[in-house]
């Protein structure tokens, strides 16, 4: 029997999850439940790992009553799989080696000849004896997809249709690692994942991961990037901008649904559980702006009530 579409969350266990991140969690629950899918949760631990955080990640969601189902599954599981679809991808002709440094990614990035961040593909073009003096000089080689178009478009629950650029992405890193755009890829294809809702920083690199789907011959799901949590200088929230953990809030006496009322009453919603929330729950009124925090709560453009 096929199993039935799901969304996520896919946390990286890197450090405790701030209020932006549990805001964003809640919402992919809300967005899974609410249309009858499943919610799985997926812990992103291929790189930035510290012992004890994905045991308080989830021990955190947990507590704000956000549940999934079955077991939690871990990326440092799965290098199979990736390493099955990079095969089939160099089987095609769509990969070749790069020695670039991250300095000189930098410098290429930001020159006039190609969209701002996009890989210049300076690395596309090296006979097989540049790629031997490279080796020869003890340069590590990621491995990249050989892309044949510039940009890809993409249609969001929130944005609409969304255009962005496309390049030559990364699929193993030099470390030998999957990098991040390929895991991502077929960890959601693999777990019938068919619902992505994250936050907006993460659309403009959502049509690499389309088409890369799309090479790759796996379904695309829908996408839903949702407004982020700032800080009052109006930049993402980060634990650096004081108590934005849970743990943080009840140390200074807040319980679980205070919190839960605040990260409510950012979405425009008036709910101090997230079954309470659920019940009311409608991403077509979602906020489009983002919410910023102070060390009152989380707050609306215009205040919460």
């Known amino acids: 029997m096929a199993e039935r579409a799901a969304g996520r969350y896919a946390p990286s266990p890197s450090g405790d999850l701030h209020l932006g991140n549990l805001r964003t969690a809640l919402l992919a629950w809300l967005f899974a439940r609410s249309t009858g899918r499943r919610f ?7 790189d930035r790992v510290r012992p004890g955080a994905e045991q308080r990640q989830l021990a955190d969601l947990a507590a704000l009553g956000v549940d999934w189902d079955g077991p939690v599954v871990r990326q440092s599981e799965r290098l199979d799989l990736y390493d099955h679809a990079i ?14 440094t991250r300095k000189e990614i930098q410098q290429a990035a930001t020159a006039p000849h190609g969209p701002m961040g996009s890989y210049p593909g300076t690395c596309r073009t090296l006979t097989t004896t540049d ?9 590590p080689a990621a491995l990249r997809l050989r892309a044949d178009i510039t940009e890809y478009e993409i249609v969001d629950e929130l944005h609409g249709v969304y255009r962005g650029p496309v390049d030559d992405v990364v699929l193993r890193r030099g470390d ?7 895991a991502v890829v ?3 294809a693999d777990q019938h994942i068919d619902q992505v809702v994250r936050g907006d920083d993460l659309l403009p690199s959502t049509p690499r991961q389309a088409y890369l789907a799309a090479l790759l011959g796996l379904p695309v799901p829908r996408y839903a990037h949702v407004p982020l949590v700032l800080n ?3 930049q993402r929230l980060a634990k650096r901008d004081g108590s934005v953990t849970l743990a943080d809030r009840t140390a200074l006496g807040d319980t679980v649904e205070d919190v839960v009322s605040a990260l409510s009453c950012s979405l425009g919603y008036s709910a101090r559980t997230p079954a309470h929330l659920l019940r009311q729950f409608d991403p077509a009124v979602l906020p489009r702006r983002p919410s910023t925090f102070d060390e009152n ?9």
């Open 40 to 46: 799985l949760m997926r812990v992103e631990d291929l």
């Open 87 to 100: 095969d089939r991808l160099r089987a095609q002709g769509r990969t070749y080696e790069c020695f670039c």
């Open 131 to 139: 790629r031997a003096r490279l080796r020869a000089e003890g340069r």
């Open 176 to 182: 030998g690692l999957p990098a991040y755009n390929l």
């Open 186 to 188: 077929v960890d959601d």
């Open 232 to 234: 009052t200088a109006g």
């Open 297 to 305: 709560g989380l707050l609306q453009p215009d205040g919460c009530p």
